[in-house]
């Protein structure tokens, strides 16, 4: 019998992982005639594990993508196996779960290679904060609605609450980030952006815009005002980490309907959240987080059954997701479910990040949860503003050299400036001069080049 693995990024070790993949064989045994081998990979180096695995042709079938970027990198690789010809024969459910244009939409190359899962597929940001903290200091979410309202409650904080950090990066290295989002259409790795998500589809340099000079001078005033961590730079402690271990306020995040209870599941602190932009939609924000298949899978039919499965298969979706009932949750109802006695978000035994894989609105939902929240995040994705190129795809292959050469210097200075620890007025301008030299006006040429074939075929 065939043995596919699945690769899951993981906050904790779940020690009732085996259990959890023994329950799940029991169902692929008989439906499709495979074993599963779940791979949990911490997030914190998850990039860098899997790479290292798929370098070393080590045997691996379906693994979860995280972004765009990601994916453009594997496939100038040849790292991930084409999924177009799968689909047609052993993806139905993922055809009709996802859609064929929105499926359409993601071809690199004329074909597909990472496979969305069913979620937000639009996003918004904000900021999220420890209700307690913004309870006891007044805070009203309601009352933030810019950058300005988000400086003012980190003051308070700094000044009423010693030894907690009023924000901290939601992922490694960056508060830039999360300050940022909702402003301009990533197209896919940040390497020539659409501000505004049209700017008459011109692309541009992010790294020499007014909107990015003046963001990360605002974040280097709040470090130097005290309200970002001195080694928020090289910290490799995520925000929900950091909130968990009662270090700190808030972060930014990408804001959706149900996002208070799933981030105060994660930290397992009440969170509030404040929206600072509008829904929008972009070929980046429909591909973060989606399987790929790896190139050298022995059994891409058998992995692309499997992968079909969790796009119809509830019964076998939620024990990917929440582990066995009654030892990881218990059933309030048919549809909802709620931490076993004594149990909670610390202890489980069991947890990986969910949503990023499968047909997230077949799955059961937390007591905690709105009972609506599929929907609602159904509409929430509908009612999205779209970026004037969503479908479009970025070939990276004709400027991969230089893709390398800009990332090298992007990891020198991006840590460094994002978290306000290096002075902008010295550095960016050494940021600048040496992306020039890397070469990334040829990078947005050939985008730019791209885009406008792209647009005339539309």
Known sequence: MPEISLVLRVEQASRDLAEVQNEMNKILADKIGVQLKLVPIP????????????????????????????INHMVLNWLLYPLADLLDSSGPDIKQAIGIPLLDSLKINGDIYSIPSVRDWATSYGIIMRKDLADKHRIDPASIRTMDDVEKALQTIKEREPGIVPIVPF???SIYSGLSGGTYDRLEDGLGILPDYDNDLKVVNLYETDDYSNAINRIR?????????????????????????????????????????????????????????????????????GMSLSARSQHPQKAMELLNLLYSDSALLNLLNYGIEGKHYIKKTDQVIAYPPGVDSSDLGYSFHNYEVGNQFISSIWETDDPDIWKKMNVFNQKAKKSKALGFSYDANPVGTEISAVQ????????????????????????QTALKAAGIDKIIAEK???????AKQQ
């Open 221 to 289: 005033s709040w470090y130097l005002a005290g309200y970002v961590a001195k080694d928020a730079a090289v910290s490799s402690d995520n925000g929900r980490e950091l909130v968990r271990a009662g270090k700190a306020f808030s972060y930014f995040t990408p804001i959706k309907p149900g996002v208070e209870e799933q981030e105060s599941r994660l930290t397992g602190k009440a969170m509030i959240a404040a929206p600072l932009t509008s829904p929008t939609m972009t070929s980046s924000t429909i591909k973060l987080f």
């Open 43 to 70: 997030s914190d180096s998850y990039n860098q594990q899997l790479n290292l695995m798929l370098l070393k042709n080590e045997p691996l079938d379906l693994f979860v993508t995280v972004t765009s970027d990601e």
């Open 448 to 454: 730019q080049k791209q885009l406008d074939e792209w």
């Open 408 to 431: 090298e210097v992007l990891d020198r200075y991006l840590s460094g400036l994002e978290t306000g620890t290096l002075d902008p007025a010295e550095t960016l301008p050494e940021l």
């Open 171 to 173: 992922q490694p290295s």
